[in-house]
């Protein structure tokens, strides 16, 4: 079975930045697609950024031109870099790994973005 950790989350003033990890027990190149999720106290979860196989991107409108999406092949790693973050920023975010056959999850790391 393949193991996700996500890390990274914290508390952090509006206007301060983050670099969320996610870290995969197997090489990257298993899966399809990568990305990051993430759900607010009240709201459905929604995707924020993912990266396929071959290094296509793709940010949600929400938070383009302020979070990016990354990854490092040889650390089995994918980042999400959040910059100017503010308030409805908060929230878990989850890294996500989609296979041909199964999906996977990290545990969840806590954004809390507040003064």
């Known amino acids: 079975q393949v193991q996700l950790a996500d890390s990274g989350g914290g508390l952090v003033q509006p206007g301060g930045s983050l670099r969320l990890s996610c870290a995969a027990s197997?090489?990257?190149?298993?899966?399809?697609?990568m990305g990051w999720y993430r759900q607010a106290p009240g709201k459905e979860r929604e995707l924020v950024a993912a990266i396929t196989r071959d290094g296509v991107t793709s940010i949600a409108d929400s938070v383009k031109g302020r979070i990016s999406i990354s990854r490092d092949i040889a650390k089995n790693t994918v980042y999400l870099q959040m910059n100017s973050l503010k308030p409805d920023d908060t929230a878990v975010y989850y890294c996500?790994?989609?296979?041909?056959?199964?999906?996977?999850w990290g545990q969840g790391t806590h954004v809390t973005v507040s003064s």
């Open positions: 197997a090489s990257i190149f298993n899966f399809n697609v």
């Open positions: 996500n790994a989609k296979g041909d056959l199964l999906t996977y």
